[in-house]
């Protein structure tokens, strides 16, 4: 049985994260191995999009714990909302982000925070082209991606 998850990989915790970290992705690529599934045979989804948290915490950069109603993405009761490259693009050039774009080595992900118009801090977790690049060359180099052009 496989237990790793690659994609949505944030959807059970309490704490704002990625949508896709590279090593989770490289170990579900290790798993679907052990079962004799090789690399070249898997179809890999990367996300062009990310979520928006609400956090309880106001301490900018700080880890972001997430308002209750946020928690296992409880969508009925107001769950992160998803987010597109070019609406966190917009956050980010038009002075909102109060972190500016960081990057997190441990996943290959991007993040940043803001505060909306009522003073709330978010934590944008999202897949941009730098980090979408990298993940890519370690699925190249996993056997498992891409095609060249």
Known sequence: MLTQQAYNYNYFSSVAGPECPLPQLLEGI???????????ALVIALPWYGHDYRCVDQAIGSPCE??????????SSGGPAGINYGDALVLLRNGSAATGLMYD??????????????????????????????KIAALRNAGACCSRP
Do not use: E
């Not at 290790?30 to 070249?40: A, D, F, T």
């Not at 209750?68 to 409880?74: E, G, T, Y």
């Open 66 to 75: 997430l308002v209750p109603s946020q928690r296992a993405w409880n969508h």
């Open 105 to 134: 080595h441990a996943t290959a992900s991007s993040w940043f925070d803001y505060r909306d118009r009522a003073g709330r801090r978010h934590q944008v977790w999202i897949d941009a082209p730098a980090t979408l690049a990298v």
């Open 30 to 40: 290790r798993q679907y191995g052990r079962l004799g599934i090789p690399p070249s």
